[in-house]
RNA sequence: GGCGCCAUGGUGUAACUGGUUAACACGCCGCCCUCUCAAGGCGGAGAGUUCGGGUUCGAUCCCCGAUGGCGCUACCA
């Protein structure tokens, strides 16, 4: 492999949930420099950790990416020459080479317990030291080992840092960066259950897909020396790592889905288009010459095609700025034929499928057909602010409400959706919280719909899709906040 | 706490690899258009480039330090 042969780039998403805007971001810059050095495109889905594995996540991911218009060139779905691309089919191959690392002692068996593990760092805590693993299984005797195993004694398979100095790369966007070997841990490459963690999984399919240059966001730096370290352990040809800025919330930190839409399918459903979120996303961080990012900021993936440059993109967390998506969208949205408009209204925010899972909720508490809007309003609108008189239950205090909804959010986070799973978990919070059912679901019911009176609340909030139900739960928290802060 | 990265109006970006009254867009304010609201047009406020040193005839741009923000610090990615 050369690295200066052209170039072979990949996204790596898991498939831990909803489709991720980092991934789409990260995934346009990666598409964006295969297609200009014409060279290819991999998706690898990495699913090593099944503990957070979702089993639906994946198909969304395709689904997303292609939506926004990013295609790949070789995937789990569309095969390539060096597959498979799901690295949970690839153990053999991570086990293999964990084997050849154990072999040459730069790795190790490490028997201690998660508990132990734990302690050890508490305690280094404690001490105010940097908390590492401590080495005690990096020089076990053959003995220890062979009875250990022989005891069936679970294990994980570290890397072996070397104590002393330091390891330096180069980011090809800010150049070199050192780590003292101090400051990096001995990483677990493969853990009991006999998968490979992100760090080994990484370096050797990246090696194997040839990939020349690893495009990936800029919260990987610190862990960049120990895939370096693992490059030379196996004596492989380093890739070039371009690091990308991390998209971020209003407040700067790294966006997350506490306090921004951070699912592609919210964006689809919410009815932005496909478009826009690409432009938006080749917005951040610049990389368009002045020219044209300078004189309309619009622009297609044909023209960043032709004129973006990874190397011009600005290292600065970009805010990513909801108001402007929206103005973005708009523009869009005009420019697009009457027909067309048509068109995109009814594949979306009217889709027939939609309006039959809706009108399916509400046909037994019609009495005309003209009295549709009334009753599904909210189904069609973006923002539905109830008022404290609406959504307040009488004898709560607007405090303990609004702790409430918060539980109330973290759990629906987290529950699937469906109303044979939504009902009992939340029938369990309001039971741990001391909230009746009526209050529960009314305070729901309130903040979804905006009225104490509407189609059956479950259904509806499954209707309405849990990535929107979720950003509504999340904008009405905000505005109350917004509105406490301002009467003091 | 340790380590690392980053730093231009509220937000996104621009300013030929040192020379500009620091530009454009979003947002905000005002005016025009108009049956309303948008859209559209016109205009305005808002940064002297986080701060302090240095290099230089001259720093947004180069160097050092401080401060701040962010990230990482898992048998998660």
């Given at each position: 492999m050369s690295l200066s042969s052209t170039p072979r780039v990949r996204i790596a998403p898991s498939p831990t949930g909803d489709p991720h805007v980092g991934t789409a971001y990260i995934g346009l810059i990666n598409f964006l420099v295969a297609r200009q050095g014409g060279g290819k495109f991999v998706l690898?889905?990495?699913?090593?950790?099944?503990?957070?594995?979702?089993?639906?996540?994946?198909?969304?991911?395709?689904?997303?990416?292609?939506?926004?218009?990013?295609?790949?060139?070789?995937?789990?779905?569309?095969?390539?020459?060096?597959?498979?691309?799901?690295?949970?089919?690839?153990?053999?191959?991570?086990?293999?080479?964990?084997?050849?690392?154990?072999?040459?002692?730069?790795?190790?068996?490490?028997?201690?317990?998660?508990?132990?593990?734990?302690?050890?760092?508490?305690?280094?805590?404690?001490?105010?030291?940097?908390?590492?693993?401590?080495?005690?299984?990096?020089?076990?005797?053959?003995?220890?080992?062979?009875?250990?195993?022989a005891a069936g004694k679970p294990f994980v398979i570290r890397m072996r840092v070397p104590w002393e100095g330091s390891t330096t790369f180069r980011d090809e966007l800010r150049g070199d960066i050192t780590f003292e070997h101090t400051n990096v841990d001995d990483q677990v490459l493969m853990k009991s259950d006999g998968f490979p963690t992100?760090?080994?999984?990484?370096?050797?399919?990246?090696?194997?897909?040839?990939?020349?240059?690893?495009?990936?966001?800029?919260?990987?730096?610190?862990?960049?020396?120990?895939?370096?370290?693992?490059?030379?352990?196996f004596g492989w040809e380093l890739p070039r790592f371009w690091h990308m800025p991390l998209l971020r919330n209003a407040d700067k930190s790294k966006i997350s889905k506490?306090?921004?839409?951070?699912?592609?399918?919210?964006?689809?459903?919410?009815?932005?288009?496909?478009?826009?979120?690409?432009?938006?996303?080749?917005?951040?961080?610049?990389?368009?010459?002045?020219?044209?990012?300078?004189?309309?900021?619009?622009?297609?993936?044909?023209?960043?095609?032709?004129?973006?440059?990874?190397?011009?993109?600005?290292?600065?967390?970009?805010?990513?700025?909801?108001?402007?998506?929206?103005?973005?969208?708009?523009?869009?949205?005009?420019?697009?034929?009457?027909?067309?408009?048509?068109?995109?209204?009814?594949?979306?925010?009217?889709?027939?499928?939609?309006?039959?899972?809706?009108?399916?909720?509400?046909?037994?508490?019609?009495?005309?057909?003209?009295?549709?809007?009334?009753?599904?309003?909210?189904?069609?609108?973006?923002?539905?602010?109830?008022?404290?008189?609406?959504f307040l239950p009488k004898k709560r205090t607007l405090e303990e409400t609004l702790a409430f909804v918060v539980e109330q959010l973290t759990l629906l986070e987290a529950t699937d959706w469906t109303t044979a799973a939504l009902e009992p978990a939340l029938k369990q919070l309001g039971d741990s919280h001391g909230w009746l059912v009526k209050e529960n679901f009314m305070l729901l019911r309130a903040i979804l719909t905006g009225s104490t009176m509407s189609p059956p609340l479950l259904e509806s909030m499954v209707v309405f899709g849990k990535a929107r139900t979720l950003d509504r739960l999340r904008r009405f928290l905000d505005a109350q906040k917004k509105s406490a802060g301002q009467k003091k």
């Amino acid at each position: 492999m050369s690295l200066s042969s052209t170039p072979r780039v990949r996204i790596a998403p898991s498939p831990t949930g909803d489709p991720h805007v980092g991934t789409a971001y990260i995934g346009l810059i990666n598409f964006l420099v295969a297609r200009q050095g014409g060279g290819k495109f991999v998706l690898r889905i990495e699913d090593t950790d099944r503990t957070r594995f979702v089993p639906t996540s994946e198909q969304m991911i395709f689904d997303a990416l292609r939506w926004i218009g990013l295609s790949w060139d070789e995937g789990p779905d569309v095969g390539g020459p060096f597959g498979p691309y799901r690295q949970s089919e690839r153990t053999e191959i991570y086990q293999k080479h964990a084997e050849i690392l154990l072999a040459n002692g730069a790795a190790y068996r490490c028997f201690c317990t998660p508990e132990e593990l734990e302690a050890s760092r508490k305690q280094q805590i404690a001490a105010k030291m940097a908390p590492r693993y401590a080495g005690i299984c990096r020089k076990l005797s053959e003995a220890t080992i062979e009875s250990n195993l022989a005891a069936g004694k679970p294990f994980v398979i570290r890397m072996r840092v070397p104590w002393e100095g330091s390891t330096t790369f180069r980011d090809e966007l800010r150049g070199d960066i050192t780590f003292e070997h101090t400051n990096v841990d001995d990483q677990v490459l493969m853990k009991s259950d006999g998968f490979p963690t992100y760090h080994l999984a990484n370096v050797v399919d990246d090696h194997l897909m040839q990939i020349t240059d690893v495009i990936r966001a800029e919260e990987w730096i610190s862990s960049t020396p120990k895939h370096v370290l693992l490059y030379q352990f196996f004596g492989w040809e380093l890739p070039r790592f371009w690091h990308m800025p991390l998209l971020r919330n209003a407040d700067k930190s790294k966006i997350s889905k506490r306090k921004n839409p951070v699912s592609l399918v919210y964006y689809r459903q919410a009815g932005f288009l496909p478009q826009t979120v690409l432009n938006f996303l080749g917005l951040m961080g610049g990389g368009m010459p002045a020219d044209i990012n300078n004189s309309t900021e619009k622009f297609t993936l044909e023209e960043m095609i032709q004129h973006f440059s990874i190397k011009n993109i600005r290292l600065g967390g970009p805010v990513f700025d909801l108001t402007k998506l929206k103005w973005l969208n708009g523009e869009y949205l005009r420019a697009l034929s009457p027909d067309d408009f048509y068109t995109a209204l009814r594949s979306t925010v009217l889709a027939d499928d939609y309006l039959k899972e809706i009108a399916a909720l509400i046909q037994t508490r019609i009495e005309t057909l003209g009295q549709f809007g009334d009753l599904t309003g909210f189904f069609f609108a973006d923002d539905i602010l109830p008022a404290p008189e609406v959504f307040l239950p009488k004898k709560r205090t607007l405090e303990e409400t609004l702790a409430f909804v918060v539980e109330q959010l973290t759990l629906l986070e987290a529950t699937d959706w469906t109303t044979a799973a939504l009902e009992p978990a939340l029938k369990q919070l309001g039971d741990s919280h001391g909230w009746l059912v009526k209050e529960n679901f009314m305070l729901l019911r309130a903040i979804l719909t905006g009225s104490t009176m509407s189609p059956p609340l479950l259904e509806s909030m499954v209707v309405f899709g849990k990535a929107r139900t979720l950003d509504r739960l999340r904008r009405f928290l905000d505005a109350q906040k917004k509105s406490a802060g301002q009467k003091k």
